[in-house]
């Protein structure tokens, strides 16, 4: 089994929706998770980090954190064109230095104008 | 404030030769992670400095090495370059040590090295 698991998609959905983007890990000793958006032919950029389990939101990005059943989700509102983008997962746990840091393979997600 | 940048962007090499490639932290970082990027394998760790040592370093053959320098630039190398070598290789920087309570980290765009 994967450390880290993300649908790759590609996820369609229309300008305005709802997104929902989720990652499962297998580890419980993850502490801390990240979402990164890559565009193509870019490197990754960090959206939002979160050390516990819960909610933490920035403008339409919302994290979600439930820890007991090993799941994350991204959810993104009022979602644009320019949204569209590869979303990565990335877990990892403190003390363990950059290897601990383990990543999902990405969900390819396009906003239809 | 400047991003993370990396030399070359494109890179086309051939099977056994060895490539250098660079990159340049945001000022003021002194972690330089290094990962290697494919469609199939995703995003893998390679190696990580700071303050000029390396730190951590993954499951990678020694044909991948690396290194930094006094001002925080990092280097990685990779010699007798075979065809599976072709992949984005990513630098990202931060603050301090990953794992140590910061959790941010900066990629540069990359290096799209070809390996024919």
């Known amino acids: 089994q994967k450390e880290v698991e993300q649908d790759p998609g590609p996820l369609s959905v229309p300008e305005g929706a709802i997104v929902s983007l989720n990652c499962t890990y297998s580890n419980s000793a993850f502490q801390y998770f990240m979402w990164y958006r890559q565009y193509s032919r870019k490197g990754p950029e960090l959206l939002m980090y979160t050390y516990s389990s819960g909610n933490k939101e920035d403008g339409r990005f919302t994290a979600q954190v439930d820890k007991s059943s090993k799941y994350i989700s991204l959810f993104i509102r009022d979602s644009q064109p320019s949204d569209s983008a590869t979303y990565l997962c990335a877990k990892g746990y403190s003390g363990g230095g950059a290897d601990g840091l383990t990543f999902g393979k990405g969900t390819h997600l396009i906003i239809q104008p | 404030k400047a991003g993370v940048t990396q030399t070359p962007r494109y890179l086309i090499k051939t099977r056994g030769q060895q490539v250098t490639l660079s990159c340049s932290p945001i000022?003021?970082?002194?972690?330089v992670s290094w990962y290697q990027q494919t469609p199939g394998q995703g995003l893998q760790f390679l190696f990580e400095?700071?303050?000029?040592?390396?730190?951590n370093k993954g499951n990678f053959p020694g044909r991948f090495s690396g290194r930094q320098f006094s001002n925080s630039r990092s280097e990685m190398n990779v010699s007798t370059l075979e065809l599976g070598d072709s992949a984005l290789y990513l630098c990202a920087s931060s603050l301090e040590r990953q794992g140590t309570g910061s959790y941010e980290q900066y990629f540069g765009p990359g290096t799209r090295l070809t390996v024919t």
């Open positions: 400095y700071f303050s000029e040592t390396q730190r």
């Open positions: 000022s003021g970082h002194r972690s």
